[in-house]
């Protein structure tokens, strides 16, 4: 007899293992959601990192409630120096809200000179 087993997917999807198929419970296989940005917060360019001429993007996962708040970030790449400051302003962005909590990437550019 065979079990089912479920995989979770970063657009929060499950996906059913029925011999060898795998299919998507509920839509079809996508890559994380895309949500409107309602309010962002520019993040603040970290003193060390500007000294040190550390420039770069950090790339966030990001979870987004109902409601358009975001209630976790998790850095997926990015330096060191600047991934704190990304999720700090980011987990103050307001993004429109949807019909169920929801995944996304979001970029956030950290420019040498930008103020």
């Given at each position: 007899?065979?079990?089912?087993?479920?995989?979770?997917?970063?657009?929060?999807?499950?996906?059913?293992?029925a011999?060898?198929?795998f299919?998507?419970?509920?839509?079809?296989?996508?890559?994380?959601?895309?949500?409107?940005?309602?309010?962002?917060?520019?993040?603040?360019?970290?003193?060390?990192?500007?000294?040190?001429?550390?420039?770069?993007?950090?790339?966030?996962?990001?979870?987004?409630?109902?409601?358009?708040k975001?209630?976790?970030?998790?850095?997926?790449?990015?330096?060191?120096?600047?991934?704190?400051?990304?999720?700090?302003?980011?987990?103050r962005?307001?993004?429109?809200?949807?019909?169920?909590?929801?995944?996304?990437?979001?970029?956030?550019?950290?420019?040498?000179?930008?103020?």
């Amino acid at each position: 007899m065979e079990v089912p087993l479920a995989i979770q997917l970063r657009s929060s999807r499950s996906l059913l293992r029925a011999g060898g198929l795998f299919l998507c419970a509920g839509a079809a296989f996508a890559a994380p959601t895309q949500r409107a940005i309602v309010s962002r917060v520019a993040p603040a360019y970290p003193e060390l990192a500007r000294r040190m001429h550390v420039s770069g993007k950090v790339v966030l996962l990001v979870t987004i409630q109902a409601d358009g708040k975001v209630s976790a970030t998790k850095v997926e790449s990015g330096h060191a120096l600047l991934a704190p400051a990304a999720q700090d302003a980011v987990s103050r962005w307001r993004f429109a809200p949807g019909p169920e909590t929801s995944e996304s990437e979001v970029d956030v550019n950290f420019a040498e000179g930008a103020q």
